[in-house]
């Protein structure tokens, strides 16, 4: 899972790689469907027309998909939860929140975050892997607010879904050595809960050539960590340029390993923070 600051991005930003920025008066357009949209279901749910209210939403799926590779660029064309391009699948823009119908851990469903299909606080980068397994689960923790349309409350429902745009969540996630997804050490049996039934709906785990890619990784960057012990060892007995030209060769892969672009860079740092080796740790601070 990689972390993205949506709420302090736009598609006029002229600074995201590989994205031509809107105009202004094209993201303005663009909001201003959104909330003819959310008034337009808004009068078909007060009439109690839900099916036509949920029509109007398969409808307008252009709406949300015209911000696909806007959403891509922000990530560098990783996937937001399993932080890779092609292993995951293809690419779907996921509502985080979902639209139509939400889903408890025991199956129950109850009415989706139907006001929030068009917002794109809501919008979500995910290979259909994932995507397509999650589907409407959105649970609950019992005695949560839930959030409803005329009593909006999303901040403080206490879901079990994990948030790429939240920091706290991607923190909460750690990986082993055999590349699965694990909870952080130390953290809360809550916290634990929410990492353990996110991996399991979003099939982190369960997908196999995406963990035997992560396997790969930690060892690629632990074999790098033996090498830089190996060429610090020899440097402390004198001279040694071969041994100098090691060291500045595993600081320049592990910098390419956990740059934000690498895919499953935080793999990558998480090895590293694991070995707690300060001179490589201080390299992904």
Not at 49 to 57: F, G, H
Not at 138 to 159: A, K, T
Not at 254 to 283: F, G, H, W, Y
Request: glycine share 6%.
């Amino acid at each position: 899972m990689i972390f993205i600051d949506l709420e302090h991005r736009k598609p006029t930003d002229t600074d995201i790689p590989g994205w031509k920025p809107w105009t202004q008066e094209q993201w303005g357009a663009w909001l201003e469907k959104s909330q003819q949209l959310v008034s337009d279901m808004a009068m078909l749910e007060e009439a109690g027309k839900r099916n036509e209210r949920n029509a109007l939403i398969d409808a307008n799926r252009e709406h949300w998909g015209s911000l696909k590779e806007w959403l891509s660029a922000l990530s560098g064309g990783k996937c937001w939860f399993s932080e890779v391009r092609e292993l995951y699948s293809h690419y779907d823009v996921e509502h985080f929140r979902p639209k139509k119908e939400a889903k408890a851990l025991d199956g129950i469903k109850r009415d989706g975050y139907w006001w929030l299909a068009f917002d794109y606080m809501n919008f979500r980068l995910c290979g259909n892997v994932g995507n397509r397994k999650k589907g409407g689960w959105f649970p609950l923790q019992q005695g949560s607010l839930c959030s409803s349309f005329n009593n909006p409350c999303e901040d403080s429902e206490s879901r079990y879904l994990l948030d790429p745009i939240d920091d706290d969540d991607v923190s909460l996630i750690a990986f082993d050595e055999e590349g699965k997804v694990i909870p952080v050490p130390g953290s809360s049996d809550w916290e634990q809960e929410r990492v353990i039934e996110t991996v399991k709906r979003l099939k982190l785990n369960e997908h196999v050539i995406l963990a035997e890619e992560r396997r790969k990784i930690w060892q690629k960057v632990d074999a790098l960590i033996e090498d830089f012990y190996a060429a610090k060892a020899k440097c402390s007995r004198g001279n040694n340029p071969a041994a100098k030209a090691k060291l500045l060769e595993v600081r320049s892969q592990v910098r390419e390993m956990t740059d934000r672009s690498a895919e499953l860079s935080a793999v990558a740092k998480c090895c590293i923070q694991m070995r707690n080796q300060p001179q490589l740790t201080r390299l992904i601070a």
